[in-house]
């Protein structure tokens, strides 16, 4: 065995994404197989095989890091059964296994983008505080008491940090404004309920680096004279959950939280508020009537939660990536910060990259970044070799981006200019074979059955939005459909309560916007261009391609396809119910539609 001065270290993904594809038997395995050869012990210096957060690179877990001498190698698509090889080739003899590196799709999925959020997640322990106080953690926190709580704001103001959660309102103003309001006391709040449809950035922070949210939440309450703080957090996180209360507790037994933080006369401690699954609680405060035991319903602002938050009193809510940002920016100084990013947009911002994509998973990029470099040259292009048709952005309230914007950049305005929204960070990527009219009724669903039902314009103008999407999806659009569309998705805009009323149209007004030629097929020709709406859509079957197999016939429920065996096959259109089944069982693609 060959000598290793600086020791062995196996990193292994352990947040959600790679469990689920299979990392707490590969942890298993790496331990038990550095056992078996006696490597658990000394090698020159200890050999372990670690957990770390999630890696980002989602399409490719379990990822593993062997780390031999400070020299990086990484393996994708880790399994139980590679282990033995790995540790055998890699570690004792010093042979990497070439055909199960990643190769340059995870490379240049790294190497296009900026993190600082991400920056230490996927390198330590993130139950293990030691590893995040060796990085420099919870060294922002001292730095901001050497401070005056107004220079500590000034910092953060200079820093150009916008709020991440969606509306993008300036963080220092808002500590600002708190500070500015004498009642006591003071709230800090985190908000943790992530509930888009295929967002998982905050997520990802808590399960990977947690210590730097409390952190984050530590200056900001130092800031604005505040000595209690809320984590509201999904219920349906419990990876996150578990990781925060043990970063909760470690903080407390070394003194990050709890009274004379950093030996000062500061004191300041989080509770955790679990989340029962309303989308609506997303909203700060609909939040905060859930954290008082109330029905998770928003109110009209102002008064605005810095002046009349929570109890009644003067409060500060942001999100998880806006609270995570806080430990560099103390750590690197303002100018740093706001070298990255836009004008206007500075820093950086998390996404989670989803849909018809080859390489999903959590990025971070500058503000300002090009929509075609996220797609093409991070994400890998559009999965298949097939066109891409539109980048769907800010969560169900967010908006349709089409391909001939692909060179626009990124950042809070020019999403809002086109009709879109950045929302928490969601990034749907669609392409030629979705139906842009069957997107929008997605959606709008969506938000239609999280609508909390507090205001009408919500409540009842979603509802008959969606029915009229679902009846052009159904073959029954009529004249008119599309100019009541807009009609009652800029009423609700207008008239709505709350932040998801007032965005919940957006899909369907940015689709329309930019795809109104699928409307009008769906109304006027009773076609769907995408080949996605199966009411509206007619199936037959090739001869020269059908061998008379009869998958079709034994799929079809009401008998429509019919023929003898080995005979080629019809099917009856005026049986047929649109199913889709006899296309989805014919292996000889016999099958048509149109």
């Not at 505040?226 to 219920?235: D, E, Q």
């Not at 000062?264 to 309303?278: H, M, Q, R, T, V």
């Not at 009229?468 to 029954?476: A, F, K, M, P, V």
Request: charged share 25%; glycine share 12%; proline share 4%.
């Amino acid at each position: 065995m060959r000598k290793v001065n600086n020791g062995i270290i196996v990193n292994i993904c352990m947040g959600t994404g790679g469990m689920a594809a299979g990392s707490v038997e590969v942890m298993e395995t790496f331990r038990q197989e550095l056992r078996n050869n006696g490597l658990d012990g000394e090698v020159g210096n200890r050999c372990k095989a670690k957990q770390v957060g999630c890696r980002g690179f989602c399409a490719r877990d379990v990822l593993v890091d062997i780390i031999i001498d400070g020299e990086r190698t990484t393996y994708q698509y880790v399994k139980p059964k590679m282990v033995s090889r790995l540790v055998q080739e890699h570690i004792l003899d010093g042979r990497p296994v070439d055909e199960w590196l990643a190769g340059e799709d995870f490379h240049n999925f790294h190497k296009f983008q900026k993190k600082v959020v991400l920056a230490d997640i996927g390198s330590f322990d993130p139950e293990n505080i030691q590893e995040y106080l060796d990085i420099g953690g919870y060294g922002s926190i001292k730095k901001a008491l050497s401070m005056t709580p107004a220079e500590a704001t000034d910092l953060v103001k200079e820093s150009g940090l916008r709020g991440r959660g969606g509306a993008g309102f300036p963080t220092g103003l808002k500590w600002e404004l708190c500070a500015a309001n004498k009642e006591n006391p003071k709230y800090i709040i985190c908000n943790a309920d992530e509930g888009d449809p295929g967002a998982f950035m905050d997520c990802s922070v808590m399960e990977g680096n947690p210590h730097s949210v409390i952190e984050g939440m530590c200056i900001g309450a130092y800031a604005v004279d505040s000595h209690l703080g809320y984590v509201y957090i999904r219920a349906e996180y419990p990876l996150a959950v578990k990781r925060l209360k043990i970063a909760l507790k470690q903080a407390r037994d070394h003194g990050f939280l709890g009274k004379s933080i950093h030996n000062s006369d500061f004191e300041f401690d989080i509770k955790i508020k679990l989340g029962a699954g309303a989308f609506v609680c997303g909203e700060e405060t609909a939040l905060i009537a859930s954290i008082e035991g109330g029905r998770g319903m928003p109110r009209a602002k102002p008064p605005y939660p810095v002046n009349k938050g929570l109890w009644g009193k003067p409060t500060i809510i942001n999100n998880v990536e806006t609270w995570a940002n806080l430990y560099p920016i103390f750590k690197n100084g303002a100018e740093w910060y706001s070298s990255i990013g836009s004008e206007k947009s500075k820093g950086t911002k998390v996404f989670s990259l989803t849909g018809k994509i080859r390489n999903t998973g959590l990025i971070e990029v500058p503000m300002g970044i090009k929509l075609r470099d996220i797609i093409f040259d991070i994400g890998g292009g559009i999965e298949g070799g097939k066109l891409l048709k539109a980048v769907q952005t800010g969560g169900p309230s967010g908006g349709c981006i089409p391909q001939a914007h692909i060179d626009m950049h990124v950042d809070y305005d020019n999403l809002l200019s086109i009709g879109s929204m950045m929302g928490s960070g969601g990034m749907v990527v669609l392409d030629e074979t979705d139906c842009m009219v069957n997107i929008s009724r997605f959606f709008l669903e969506f938000t239609q059955s999280e609508s909390c039902g507090k205001c009408i314009p919500c409540r009842i103008g979603t509802k008959r939005m969606l029915e009229i999407l679902t009846r052009i999806t159904q073959g029954e659009g009529r004249e008119g459909d599309i100019e009541l569309l807009l009609a009652l998705g800029k009423d609700i805009k207008e008239t709505s309560l709350c932040g998801l009323g007032m965005s919940a149209p957006n899909p369907v007004l940015s689709t329309i916007r930019y795809f109104r030629h699928e409307y009008e097929a769906h109304i006027k020709h009773k076609k769907c261009p995408a080949k996605v709406c199966k009411k509206l859509l007619t199936f037959f079957i090739r001869e020269d391609l059908c061998t008379g197999c009869g998958a079709c016939a034994k799929a079809c429920p009401t008998g429509a396809a019919e023929g003898k065996k080995k005979k080629p096959h019809r099917i009856d259109t005026a049986a047929c119910v649109q199913c889709g089944s006899c296309y989805d069982v014919c292996k000889f693609k016999a099958v048509l539609k149109e």
